[in-house]
């Protein structure tokens, strides 16, 4: 197995961690406290490592729109992702979550004119039903999957606009700035609204940013050994580590018709990845199966 496929796996198997401490943090703190807390705290953590290893910490001086932007985004994404988690269980929040790669993929057929080929209209359609099923699992609609698969935009937003962006810098730098900037940005909303401070916010808090920072890395580490294509399908393992660590941590059972429209979701987005070039290859290869099967039996 590829060295960046291990490194991705062990990025999304580390995620559903940092999901269950922002939850965790939900019972005293808002949302918006969560989410600038961690990123500040990664963003300081990034700072102690840079100034350890001596690496220059560089703001890109091109693209300084677009990198607000796609910043926006991200924080509005883990933003809706805590308020939800706040709501719902951590695998139903993830799975709403991970509708992301498919919107990034409609969102590039319009941005950069890519073709929408018949795997991922098919993988479209069959995320788009399981973001229904869990969207009503009892008959009406659940307003905390809601806001999870409405993250799940903003973060298909970002993975879509990340594609005409600059490729990853040095990992270091690129978590400072990213972290320091999308913290600045939420601070008016989350300092008026820190309402205790203490060991029970702080050890959370720093195992928070320790976690956020090191899927960082490994994602980055990741993406500069293995080609983003080999790598997209592993980041549903998220959803695999999510279930134990809602099951273990919070006593938390999805039921059944969650679980066949996270598995829709998740099978969508693995059928969307399919080329036509993959499909032409499948069907060359049946062929000549097929062929040495009928000279055999000659």
Request: hydrophobic share 55%.
């Amino acid at each position: 197995m590829q060295s960046g496929v291990l490194l991705i796996l062990l990025s999304m198997s580390l995620t559903p961690f940092g999901d269950a401490l922002s939850k965790q943090l939900g019972d005293t703190q808002s949302p918006f406290v969560i989410v600038f807390l961690r990123y500040f705290t990664a963003g300081l953590i990034a700072l102690v490592i840079a100034r350890a290893t001596k690496t220059p910490i560089r703001i890109p001086t091109q693209d300084r729109g677009g990198m607000v932007v796609r910043t926006a985004l991200v924080m509005a994404a883990m933003t809706l992702l805590i308020i939800a988690l706040s709501m719902i269980p951590l695998a139903n929040a993830v799975g709403g979550f991970l509708i992301a790669p498919i919107v990034a993929i409609l969102l590039s057929v319009r941005l950069y004119r890519e073709r929408l080929s018949w795997p991922r209209i098919a993988g479209a359609f069959a995320s788009f039903l399981g973001a229904i099923l869990i969207l009503q699992p009892a008959g009406g609609v659940d307003t905390g999957t809601l806001y999870a698969l409405l993250g799940g935009v903003c973060l298909g937003a970002f993975l879509a606009l990340s594609r005409g962006a600059a490729a990853f810098g040095n990992p270091v730098s690129a978590l400072a700035v990213q972290c320091l900037l999308g913290s600045a940005m939420l601070a008016p909303l989350a300092l008026p609204q820190i309402t205790t401070v203490g060991a029970t916010v702080f050890l959370p808090v720093i195992a928070l940013g320790l976690v956020t920072a090191l899927t960082h890395f490994l994602t980055v580490m990741a993406y500069q050994r293995t080609e983003a294509s080999t790598l997209a399908p592993f980041f549903y393992f998220n959803l695999v580590a999510a279930i134990p660590v809602g099951f273990f941590w919070f006593g938390e059972v999805p039921g059944f018709i969650t679980l066949s429209g996270l598995a829709l979701i998740v099978l969508g987005g693995l059928v969307s990845l399919i080329s036509p070039q993959m499909l032409q290859k499948l069907l060359r290869n049946e062929i000549n199966s097929l062929r040495e099967s009928e000279g055999n039996r000659r």
